[in-house]
């Protein structure tokens, strides 16, 4: 069972209309997504200011990149087309440019391409009950042809270099 599966069993109990909502939302999201070629579907690194740097592996993450129209990896050696940076606190601007200055981030796609983004909001991936406004924040960054939810420069911005 999924993350997603788990939580729509849950709040069908608690809340039937949250779940119908929620269900109804991640259905729109992979209906709009159905017909793009996995070329069309970034390679997508996550690393965590929190753990200095390091790539984020988790299970659910890895899920909602996927429904939002992306390729979860675990490291730099897949060469990610798309590189988000969860930020812990203020300070990851000025550590920012000794993690991008690494030859090994600097010869990725993302980094090429300009595709280095920070997720701001700070519940990101860690409530249940925000699974949903994750997905549509991971879903601008990745497919943003195709999504405009309004987070953009509120729960993340996207780091030129």
Same mark, same amino acid.
């Given at each position: ?59 659910? #993450? $890895? @899920? ?6 992306? +390729? %979860? ?10 590189? =988000? ?52 924040? #991971? $879903? @601008? ?6 999504? +405009? %939810? ?10 030129? =270099?």
């Amino acid at each position: 069972m999924t993350k997603f599966q788990e939580i729509i069993s849950n709040l069908q109990h608690i809340n039937p209309s949250k779940a119908e909502l929620l269900e109804e939302e991640i259905d729109i999201i992979q209906h709009k997504l159905k017909f793009l070629s996995k070329e069309n579907l970034p390679k997508t690194l996550v690393l965590d200011q929190k753990s200095n740097f390091h790539s984020l592996e988790s299970v659910v #993450l $890895a @899920e909602k990149i996927n429904t939002a129209g992306g +390729v %979860y990896i675990e490291s730099l050696d897949g060469n990610p087309d798309c590189i =988000i940076i969860l930020q812990e606190n203020e300070n990851l601007y000025s550590q920012l440019s000794n993690v991008l200055d690494q030859e090994k981030i600097k010869a990725t796609n993302a980094y090429m391409s300009n595709n280095i983004y920070i997720i701001q909001f700070a519940a990101f991936n860690t409530l249940d009950e925000e699974y949903l406004k994750d997905t549509e924040i #991971l $879903a @601008e960054i990745l497919q943003p042809k195709y999504f +405009v %939810y309004g987070h953009d420069g509120i729960s993340w911005v996207k780091f030129e =270099i």
